[in-house]
């Protein structure tokens, strides 16, 4: 309230004092940062505005300040209002005191005009003030923006520099629409005219970069483009500076107006970086030359790939070495904005080296130089060394030379003090990890776990659990890996980690002993992780008998051992234990009296749990009922899991480090990464796990009778029931229906007399949500009503959908809806089957029914310029990665249709990227929780022979046969 308001008013009276004792001062676009306007005279002092703020600022209360503002406004308000005719100054100066007033955060309502003609004045300082009045308080929807605007366009025709500035200056502040719209076209012209003065100049670049960024659509491309180019030519550093700052803006949307710049900007970077610093006097910063220019040029030449100019190349990499070799030598002075000015150049030029990717020995460079600064007594500049460093690990060229610094990174982990540090540290370790070292980091990491921030302790767990896995030569060690991690850090390991151990132990007979052995010493802790129990239930369950020859692990100290840990667990973990009981006596019959009591129990048979009493009942009953052949079948060992494509997260067809680079790129080969059929995943989807995601490839896991979970949600194993995914074929027109959503997202998915079935869907990057709505067409009541989603074949691991469930009586001309949230794990090609099981006037009906989710559900279209495009596409150019497919046309060969259809499957359409207007091109993303395959497709359709050509290049061959196969039935 009123304390707010008096506390930010202070600063504000103090600015506005100088200003009343007529210390008036405007920064000029001068070459010295800190020229300025001549002091105005002494008569030109406004000494009514320095009483009005000293009166301001000597008030006691609120009160006291709001009455003499209300006395001032009265005061101001009749001289407007008088016969008399005020001068400009008076006019001036009673429109500062307005403005003061405003930004005091009182409301002012009148004074506009007299503002808008001090514009007119030709006096420096009333104009200043009438532009300032207007930049803060005119709206564009003023009706005196006409006004405003024929006063800037006089000043703007001026030829004055001074009164140029200001209405540009003003037109900059503003920024709206309706500026853009009067002046966008004018501003190009003053910026490029050849008798423009350089502090015009400035102002017109910086002014036109305002309204590009606020109305992009209408600042028109034409010849000027090119003549903007140039002035990074020009003389004067401050409108290279401004030059440069619009022309980094413009590319990115309009890069083949602009390539020009690459060529003129590298020949401008060797004049500076080999400039000494009094050659560039007025623009040297602590002894660095033009330091900000400088990160601007290097930013700008990351917009584009390395110069086709062999000489422009050699020019660029001769500045990238020397700014190598300053970087390495002593500094000039001691004082702390040297060294920051001389690092931003530094980083910038190893972030344009990172970029291109193609100067192996300018990579090695730069990774020495950053592994200088990973012991540096400054915080910022180990974060960043690290920070870079991580992607450096991802090039071919630099990754051995990132990997001799991993003593220095380990003891980051361990010393740093800065939690972001210790972060980018882990992170600089999971990315240089191969073959070579993998033992080592993550030993490390399982090391730093026990002390690590709680905040970054879930992404360790998750990366040493993909390492260990991923380079694992020697099973054990990944057993006694993953029991560690459970050990140190239980609460952070998700479930999806110890489903995977369990895989690979019952996928490896040479490893089942010893898992046994280990995880039965580990559950003899006194005090024991939930997870360890878990993962000891159920190997123990299976391969117990392999370590039962010893007395010190008989089947009963076994048994004993669990039971002990059974009242301290969950409801979910207590099911799989009993799943385990079961398992014992069929293994070990001696135990069967001794488990029989235990079921037996009120506390098993009479649990309030249903799961738990359910398990205990059904169990006692099958050892009591079953012969020993029976019970042999029932409870045998379970089969291997299948192999999957995707182990952990997916298998990577390129490497990419941590927080590298564009979603196109598929970064560079690790020679050292292809082990145990897995890539490393990026850090961007390792780093932050959902609990409802299927990290490791786990979902898609057969039901165990040991109790393994087939998903988080069900432990419950019927082992008295059928297969729950038997279902029926599917319905006839099914698979017509279904192709007919794979460009659209809604309609009618199956309608017979008795049903119908509506769909909803909508998707962003990885995610979906798909309403159903089942609505009965009959007057008689659908009685047991069950719809049931189903995953065929490995689809488990590769899609998860959660699905609501709906009210199992659906009454006659109802409607039901059901809501499924959609989660995309990694790359499929099957859809799910959802069966509909209800009754009908006391028959059964069962329906099975294809859902619409297709792969291409989760395109993110992507713009592209024609240069970005072709050069995506020669870099998909291996076999593999292209599927193309030649058909004829089933339905009339409209334009309009197909480019809805296109848009429809989700890629973006690019206009004039195809020297044949009549072909279509297009480009996206597809976006998993494990990866993101960029896609470029093209059609080209031929009216005469009503045929059509269809070319998909993908980074994974999977998908481009699939998106190929899908697309081509659309037309």
């Not at 564009?140 to 001026?158: F, G, M, P, Q």
């Not at 086709?308 to 970087?327: H, M, W």
């Not at 009216?943 to 059509?948: N, S």
Request: hydrophobic share 40%.
């Amino acid at each position: 309230g009123a304390s707010g308001q008096s506390n930010r008013s202070g600063s504000v009276r103090c600015c506005w004092a100088r200003l009343g004792r007529g210390a008036e001062r405007s920064i000029a676009g001068s070459r010295s940062a800190t020229a300025t306007m001549p002091a105005v005279s002494k008569g030109d002092g406004m000494r009514g505005l320095a009483v009005f703020i000293s009166d301001i600022r000597n008030c006691k209360s609120k009160e006291a300040e709001i009455k003499r503002i209300n006395k001032e406004l009265a005061n101001i308000r009749s001289k407007f209002k008088g016969d008399k005719a005020l001068d400009g100054y008076s006019k001036k100066k009673y429109v500062c005191k307005l403005l003061f007033i405003f930004l005091l955060g009182h409301d002012i309502d009148f004074g506009h005009m007299e503002a808008v003609n001090l514009l007119s004045s030709n006096k420096y300082t009333e104009k200043q003030i009438g532009y300032l009045f207007i930049s803060v308080l005119v709206n564009s929807n003023s009706e005196l923006i006409r006004l405003i605007n024929n006063a800037i366009k006089n000043d703007l025709a001026s030829r004055n520099p001074t009164f140029m500035c200001l209405a540009l200056h003003c037109i900059a502040n503003v920024g709206s629409r309706e500026m853009a719209e009067a002046f966008a076209s004018e501003i190009p012209r003053i910026l490029v005219a050849g008798d423009t003065m350089d502090s015009v100049k400035q102002s017109a670049a910086l002014c036109l970069l305002r309204l590009y960024k606020t109305s992009p659509d209408l600042v028109p491309m034409g010849e000027w483009t090119s003549r903007v180019v140039h002035l990074l030519n020009d003389q004067h550093m401050g409108v290279v500076t401004a030059a440069v700052s619009l022309i980094a803006c413009l590319c990115k949307k309009n890069p083949d107006d602009f390539k020009t710049c690459v060529s003129l900007a590298v020949s401008r970077l060797s004049r500076i970086v080999s400039s000494a610093s009094t050659d560039l006097q007025d623009y040297t910063y602590y002894f660095v030359p033009a330091p900000w220019l400088s990160v601007k040029l290097l930013r700008l030449l990351q917009c584009y790939p390395p110069p086709e100019d062999a000489a422009v190349k050699g020019r660029l990499v001769e500045c990238l070495e020397t700014i190598l070799n300053k970087a390495q030598e002593p500094p000039k002075s001691k004082k702390v904005q040297h060294s920051n000015a001389k690092n931003a150049i530094l980083f910038e030029a190893i972030s344009l080296i990172i970029h291109y990717d193609s100067e192996p020995n300018l990579l090695v460079r730069a990774c020495n130089q950053l592994g200088q600064f990973l012991q540096h007594r400054e915080t910022n500049l180990r974060y960043l060394a690290l920070e870079s460093m991580c992607t450096l690990a991802s090039s071919e060229f630099s990754h051995e030379a990132v990997k001799t610094h991993i003593e220095t990174v380990i003891n980051a982990l361990k010393t740093e003090r800065d939690v972001s540090v210790r972060q980018r540290a882990a992170d600089l370790l999971y990315a240089m990890c191969d073959r070579t070292n993998a033992k080592q980091i993550v030993s490390e990491m399982l090391s730093y776990l026990e002390t690590a921030d709680y905040s970054i302790r879930e992404e360790i767990v998750l990366k040493v659990a993909i390492l260990a896995e991923k380079y694992a030569v020697d099973y054990s060690w990944y057993v006694d890996t993953i029991l560690n991690l459970i050990r140190i850090a239980g609460d952070y390991v998700s479930e999806e980690v110890w489903y995977r151990v369990i895989q690979i132990v019952i996928n490896r007979d040479d490893v089942q002993g010893y898992a046994a052995k280990t995880v039965f010493e580990a559950l003899q802790a006194p005090a024991c992780h939930e997870n360890m129990v878990k993962v000891g239930g159920y190997i123990l369950g299976e391969f117990g008998n392999l370590i039962a020859g010893d007395p010190r692990s008989s089947p009963l100290v076994q048994f004993n051992l669990l039971h002990s840990k059974f009242h301290l667990c969950s409801v979910s973990t207590r099911a799989l234990l009993l799943s385990t009981y079961i398992k014992f006596i069929n293994l070990f019959p001696e135990t069967k009296g001794t488990i029989q009591e235990v079921l037996r129990s009120d506390s098993q048979i009479r649990n309030a749990d249903v799961e738990l009493q359910q398990r205990a009942v059904e169990y006692l009953k099958l050892s009591s009922i079953a012969s020993t052949d029976v019970l042999a079948t029932v409870l045998e060992e379970m089969p291997p899991f299948p192999e999957r494509e995707s182990s952990i997260l997916a298998k990577l067809k390129k490497k990419k480090g941590p927080g590298a680079g564009s979603e196109l790129d598929d970064g560079k080969k690790d020679p050292n990464s292809e082990i145990n059929g897995g890539m490393e995943p990026s850090a961007s989807t390792a780093s932050t796990p959902s609990p409802s995601a299927d990290l490791l490839g786990l979902r898609a896991a057969p039901v165990a009778t040991s109790g393994a979970p087939a998903s988080a949600g069900n432990l419950l194993v019927d082992v008295f029931s059928d297969s729950p995914s038997a279902t029926t074929g599917l319905v006839p027109g099914a698979e017509e229906n279904f192709l007919r959503f794979v460009c659209k997202n809604n309609g009618v998915l199956f309608e017979n007399q008795l049903l119908q079935i509506g769909v909803k869907s909508e998707f962003r990057q990885n995610l979906g949500r798909m309403y159903l709505f089942y609505g009965n067409k009959t007057s008689v009541q659908f009685q047991s009503f069950t719809p049931t989603v189903s995953y065929p074949g490995d689809l488990q691991s590769q899609l998860n959908i959660q699905t609501k469930a709906v009210e199992p009586l659906v009454e006659g001309g109802a409607q039901v809806q059901q809501v499924l949230n959609i989660e995309c794990l990694s790359d499929f090609t099957e859809a799910p089957l959802i069966n509909i099981k209800f009754r009908y006037g006391g028959t059964l009906q069962n329906l099975t029914l294809k859902l619409p989710i297709t792969v291409n559900k989760f395109f993110q279209a992507t713009e592209m310029q024609s240069q970005d495009f072709f050069q995506r596409w020669k870099q998909l150019s291996l076999p593999q990665q292209e599927a193309q497919k030649i058909f004829k046309a089933n339905h009339a060969m409209d334009s309009e249709v197909t480019k809805a259809k296109l848009l429809g499957f989700g890629s973006a359409l690019l206009e004039k990227v195809d020297p044949n207007p009549d072909n279509y091109v297009g480009a996206g993303i597809i976006q998993t929780k494990a990866l993101q395959v960029g896609c470029l497709l093209r059609l080209e359709p031929n009216a005469q022979a009503q045929m059509y050509r269809l070319t998909l290049r993908t980074s994974k061959e999977s998908v481009s046969k699939h998106l190929c196969e899908l697309l081509s039935q659309q037309f």
